[in-house]
């Protein structure tokens, strides 16, 4: 081999590497940038000292007074700055965030530690989300409209001798057979439009639904709508409400642990009934 083949050869072999090491980099380059995480270091919090809150834009009465959840009024409004309380943090380190409903239960990072506005625990969510114990089972609860034979009824027994609907299937129709057991038995319909109609139309005086869904008919639906009130509550007649995490996050097991607490020690009960049974004028019949 003379000498100016080996030279040759040894410039190539350098060419080569040089081109192996400037693609290298090149693929770096192009490589994605990994997604933010959800949580700021060891603590698993969003920011260091401060507790990151998401709720609904807006958030709407009773579970928020006035959109403003940062005064603490409405019942997830407090319920949030208790579990607050129980996590460590003042009332001055809680920041809010807005979120659609759909946004919050959406797989992927999150810019809140936990959200709070009705999301009911499902399997079907739990599959893109955490969720923490329930801080609340919803109630079934009867509602009407301003001038129907329902108007002025106080109690159950008020309601016995009236025409009392829900969606068949549902545990508001079995709340009505079970508790109300109204002369007339139950009136079936197929939707909670229906069953909504026919109220407005006077075929039935009264209507069966979990409460969330009576705030939201009597406040935005139904001209003249009025909650006459919840029934009294029962294991599994109503949907148990979660705080939203997101996946896997560090901090499912520490706010779960925060809401049991405020569960065993009356708090919950407390609020719910500060918030939605004499605040939003929906007692307990009886």
Not at 30 to 48: D, E, F, Q, R
Request: aromatic share 6%; charged share 20%.
């Amino acid at each position: 081999m003379t000498r100016n083949t080996a030279a040759r050869n040894t410039a190539a072999r350098i060419a080569a590497a040089l081109g192996v090491a400037v693609l290298v980099t090149a693929l770096a380059a192009c490589a994605p940038t990994p997604a933010p995480s959800s949580s700021s270091g060891s603590s698993g919090y969003l920011a260091s000292g401060k507790l990151t809150v998401g709720t609904g834009q807006p958030a709407f009465f009773p579970w928020v007074i006035d959109n403003k959840p940062q005064s603490g009024k409405g019942f997830e409004s407090a319920v949030a700055y208790a579990v607050a309380a129980k996590l460590g943090f003042a009332k001055k380190d809680v920041v809010w965030v807005r979120s659609t409903f759909d946004q919050a239960i959406a797989p992927g990072n999150k810019d809140f530690d936990f959200n709070v506005q009705q999301f009911s625990i499902t399997n079907e969510r739990k599959a893109n989300v955490d969720f923490s114990s329930p801080y609340y089972e919803t109630t079934q609860t009867v509602i009407t409209i301003a001038g129907s034979k329902a108007d002025s009824a106080k109690s159950i027994s008020d309601l016995r001798g009236l025409l009392v609907g829900a969606q068949t299937g549902t545990t508001s129709f079995d709340a009505i057979e079970k508790q109300i057991k109204p002369n007339s038995g139950a009136q079936a319909f197929n939707s909670n439009d229906d069953a909504k109609l026919a109220l407005q139309s006077g075929t039935i005086d009264a209507l069966v639904v979990d409460l969330p869904t009576a705030f939201y008919l009597t406040g935005a639906e139904l001209k003249g709508g009025k909650i006459i009130g919840q029934l009294p509550k029962q294991t599994g007649t109503g949907d148990q409400l979660g705080l939203v995490l997101a996946k896997d996050s560090p901090l499912t097991k520490k706010v779960t642990a925060a809401v049991d607490a405020l569960r065993s020690d009356g708090t919950l009960d407390t609020l719910a009934a500060t918030w939605l049974a004499n605040s939003a004028d929906a007692p307990v019949l009886k």
